[in-house]
């Protein structure tokens, strides 16, 4: 019944313990044969038994721990330079990890398909952060380097994103995501906003899956159309509706500040009519109501004599 519950093959449990507030303690042994030396092929006897500690999945509420009683083997022949070796089992858990292969495979699900976090998770395990943080990584990296995880891809996005703020000034830090904006589907995020590290990436993927890719979205503002024209001359340059709308709507912020210096002789200030408008500028026709239309006529007719920023309002 104890093997049933603890559910791992080729495992005899040798005992389970467990005090209040504490993780239950399951032991356990390998049922191996004795394996041969692997430098001479003699048989090897048992030098030492080591207990080597492992997360493993909660039960019934209670966090759980698996003491496997890993076999030290050494070969006999004393002319052998093998030395001894430890025994390993990845259906119990990956070499040098602190965590069961089941356990694992959890964690690695809760924090990238359930999107918890990881404290969360080690909360629930009643380990440290970085132990089911490890085992993430571990598990993680070998799904995400998969090359055919995501297949053929016929429409490309590039876009610049503020990474990370670092030091004590702030620095900026940003990165280059790389996504299927058919699928909407995020595919991979290199370090910069310049074209270096997106041209080495559609490299690395080959001329056949390059050429599967039609349409190739980008911001017009960015460095990314260099990257398209050297990678991907084949494919329709599209812009996203996200950065069409910013652009519109930088052009006519720039608009707006002209006019307010040319007409007033200096920036914006509280009472005046440009710069009372500026947030109703940016907002969409079918947002505006009946008073807020009204009122976004009147300050350009007091503050825009020429008429300039009410035409790019219009265009916009």
């Given at each position: 019944m104890c093997e049933l519950f603890v559910g791992l093959p080729d495992v005899k449990v040798l005992g389970m313990f467990g005090r209040t507030g504490e993780p239950i303690s399951v032991h356990v042994a390998t049922l191996a044969e004795r394996p041969g030396c692997p430098t001479c092929g003699v048989l090897a006897r048992v030098k030492d038994r080591d207990q080597v500690v492992?997360?493993?999945?909660?039960?019934y509420g209670r966090a759980m721990r698996l003491v496997w009683h890993k076999v030290r083997w050494?070969?006999?022949?004393?002319?052998?330079?093998m030395g001894?070796?430890?025994?390993?089992?990845?259906?119990?858990?990956?070499?040098?990890?602190?965590i069961?292969?089941?356990?694992?495979?959890?964690?690695?699900?809760?924090?990238?398909?359930?999107?918890?976090?990881v404290a969360e998770v080690?909360?629930?395990?009643?380990?440290?952060?970085?132990?089911?943080?490890?085992?993430?990584?571990?598990?993680?990296?070998?799904?995400?380097?998969?090359?055919?995880?995501?297949?053929?891809?016929e429409a490309l996005g590039l876009d610049e994103v503020l990474f990370?703020?670092?030091?004590?000034?702030?620095?900026?830090?940003f990165s280059t995501s790389i996504c299927d904006v058919q699928r909407g589907q995020?595919?991979?995020?290199?370090?910069?906003?310049?074209?270096?590290?997106?041209?080495?990436?559609?490299?690395?993927?080959?001329?056949?899956w390059r050429s599967k890719v039609r349409y190739g979205t980008l911001?017009?503002?960015g460095p990314y159309r260099a990257v398209f024209d050297k990678m991907l001359p084949h494919v329709i340059q599209v812009a996203d509706p996200f950065h069409v709308c910013k652009l519109a709507n930088s052009k006519l912020d720039e608009c707006r500040r002209r006019v307010q210096n040319e007409t007033l002789g200096h920036r914006g200030h509280k009472a005046d009519p440009l710069y009372r408008c500026r947030r109703l500028l940016t907002k969409a026709d079918e947002r505006l109501d009946d008073h807020g239309r009204e009122k976004l006529l009147g300050l350009l007719r007091a503050g825009d004599p020429r008429g300039d920023v009410t035409t790019m309002w219009h265009a916009n």
């Open positions: 492992l997360v493993d999945l909660p039960s050494c070969c006999p022949d004393p002319d052998c330079p001894s070796w430890t025994e390993e089992d990845r259906r119990i858990a990956a070499p040098r990890m602190s069961t292969d089941r356990a694992g495979r959890w964690v690695s699900a809760q924090v990238g398909r359930c999107a918890r976090s080690a909360r629930e395990l009643g380990c440290d952060w970085h132990t089911v943080n490890d085992a993430v990584l571990a598990y993680g990296e070998a799904l995400v380097d998969e090359p055919g995880r995501y297949g053929e891809v990370v703020r670092r030091g004590r000034f702030r620095r900026q830090e995020l595919l991979d995020i290199v370090a910069g906003r310049s074209g270096k590290n997106p041209i080495e990436w559609l490299e690395n993927k080959g001329e056949a911001d017009l503002s």
